[in-house]
């Protein structure tokens, strides 16, 4: 095989040969661009439109990596002390605007006793919500009991701090 292309390229005329072998040239720089660079430009281009999502994606983990990494430590730091969650919840009933509706708040060793009269209820559930993932409690009773009022409720839970440990 080599021997009849040896054979056609002396049959050849200088200028075919001059021609073909620019041809050849021209379809050897083609195939470079075509399976060495521009493959590594498209990477590049798409990369750079990728890159501040990704880095944003990362700063946003860390942040989150950081504040797990704070509520782990104040895990095993221990629980709040019964009059600090008093304090807490008393401060969020105030927040939602419910402390009209408060009629008693008690403490009994670990135990909070939460009594609410006439308290609208989509606005309590609201605020049942938000206290148990701010203060970490967990509800041990609940009583719930409609009034008179369109919307309204007359609502009595029992609140207890949950135990950090195994």
Known sequence: MIESLLRWWGSLTPRDRRVLGIGVG????????????????QGRVRLEKELPALRGQLA????LAAEVRRFAGQATQGA???????????????????????????????????????????????????????????????????????GTVSARLTLEAQKSGP
Do not use: C
């Open 26 to 41: 021209v379809v050897a720089v083609a195939l470079l661009y075509l399976l060495a660079f521009e493959p590594a430009h």
């Open 60 to 63: 946003q983990m860390d942040a």
């Open 80 to 150: 709040d002390s019964p009059q600090q969650l008093r304090s807490q919840l008393e401060a969020s009933i105030a927040a939602a605007g419910l402390k009209g509706s408060l009629s008693q708040l008690t403490l009994s060793g670990d135990l909070i006793d939460l009594r609410f009269k006439a308290v609208p209820f989509a606005a309590w559930l609201a605020w049942f919500d938000g206290a148990l993932r701010e203060t970490r409690l967990r509800a041990v009773d609940i009583a719930i009991e409609r009034d008179a009022g369109p």
